[in-house]
T-cell receptor, first 111, second 113 residues
Framework: DAKTTQPPSMDCAEGRAANLPCNHS???????VYWYRQIHSQGPQYIIH???NNETNEMASLIITEDRKSSTLILPHATLRDTAVYYC????????????FGKGTKLTVNP | NAGVMQNPRHLVRRRGQEARLRCSPM?????VYWYRQLPEEGLKFMVY????????ESGMPKERFSAEFPKEGPSILRIQQVVRGDSAAYFC???????????FGPGTRLLVL
């Protein structure tokens, strides 16, 4: 079973920031938080991952709370092409190598 | 640097036939993972392979399914005597080692008639 909880759906206006929350209250000290997205049944696309510090790349920012029990993926300027299902996944480095996908959040970016 | 390649992208089989799905990992990646996505469901892990070795097959159905990753060539997911319930999207991912990020291919959509 997935170790994360996400809202099933969210809406966002085009050009605005999309903030996608994820709860992972049972996360262990050696577990990373990964984010992937799946656009209309395409292969999942890696977005970003982090351990405890906030991370930013060209796609998004990842904010992890100090207690690491939750995180937020931020798409700073959402476009229509960001409409997708976003998956938050907890994965141990050096532990089980497989990714356990939950149901994710269906983000719809509206014009 | 080409991404993960999968072929065919679409495969139609009749019940009882065999399906062979191929996955070529990214250059420099020697770890391959297969996932299955049934209609309207999330992705489920099937098997994890390194070159010539199966590391974790805990998600593989006990019968009719097998996977290999030979020293040369792509990884193959083989489904014998397909049934309608095998209709799904099959995704392959690769990584340079077990610690690093997995990158996914575009998937093979199998339809069993």
């Amino acid at each position: 079973d997935a170790k994360t909880t996400q809202p099933p759906s969210m809406d966002c206006a085009e050009g605005r920031a999309a903030n996608l929350p994820c709860n992972h209250s049972t996360i262990s000290g050696n577990e990373y938080v990964y984010w992937y997205r799946q656009i209309h049944s395409q292969g999942p696309q890696y977005i970003i991952h982090g351990l405890k510090n906030n991370e930013t790349n060209e796609m998004a920012s990842l904010i992890i709370t100090e207690d690491r029990k939750s995180s937020t993926l931020i798409l700073p300027h959402a476009t229509l092409r960001d409409t997708a299902v976003y998956y938050c996944i907890v994965r141990a480095q050096g532990g089980s190598e497989k990714l356990v996908f939950g149901k994710g959040t269906k983000l719809t970016v509206n014009p | 640097n080409a991404g993960v390649m999968q072929n065919p992208r679409h495969l139609v089989r009749r019940r009882g036939q065999e399906a062979r799905l191929r996955c070529s990992p990214m250059k420099g990646h020697s770890h391959v993972y297969w996932y299955r996505q049934l209609p309207e469901e999330g992705l489920k892990f099937m098997v994890y392979l390194q070159k010539e070795n199966i590391i974790d097959e805990s998600g593989m159905p006990k019968e009719r399914f097998s996977a290999e990753f030979p020293k040369e060539g792509p990884s193959i997911l083989r489904i014998q005597q397909v049934v309608r319930g095998d209709s799904a999207a099959y995704f392959c991912a690769s990584s340079p080692n077990s610690q690093e990020t997995q990158y996914f291919g575009p998937g093979t959509r199998l339809l069993v008639l």
